[in-house]
Nanobody
Framework: QVTLVESGGGLVQAGGSLRLSCAASGRTISMYNMGWFRQAPGKEREFVSA????????YYGNSVKGRFTISRDNAKNTVYLQMNSLKPEDTAVYYC????????????????????WGQGTLVTVSS
């Protein structure tokens, strides 16, 4: 069984940057599609980004497109989310998730696609 642990969250001023990491243990995630989601207080979970294991295609939610970059390092069994030009509305708990069933690419933004979730890391962006 895979366990995912996010890290890298914290407090940052608007316009700043953070890099989140999602470290996997238990087995390799090199053949899993991986995603990042976030949930702000009182709001529904929101898709942030995803990366496919086959071909490396990446996808982004409209609110982060052009500011966030997802990547993976299979040798380190880790997925990253580089977040630049952060805004107060980016404040949320960020979760990484693994799709172990290799679901279709068009389901990448659907939380139900993902089978394994981390515990989340809090990102707070001050104005």
């Amino acid at each position: 069984q895979v366990t995912l642990v996010e890290s890298g969250g914290g407090l940052v001023q608007a316009g700043g940057s953070l890099r989140l990491s999602c470290a996997a243990s238990g087995r390799t995630i090199s053949m899993y599609n991986m995603g990042w989601f976030r949930q702000a207080p009182g709001k529904e979970r929101e898709f942030v980004s995803a990366i496919r294991w086959r071909g490396g295609s990446v996808y982004y939610g409209n609110s982060v497109k052009g500011r966030f970059t997802i990547s993976r390092d299979n040798a380190k069994n880790t997925v990253y989310l580089q977040m630049n030009s952060l805004k107060p509305e980016d404040t949320a708990v960020y979760y990484c998730a693994a799709d172990v069933r290799d679901s279709a690419w068009y389901t990448s933004s659907d939380g139900a696609t993902y089978d394994i979730w981390g515990q989340g890391t809090l990102v707070t962006v001050s104005s």
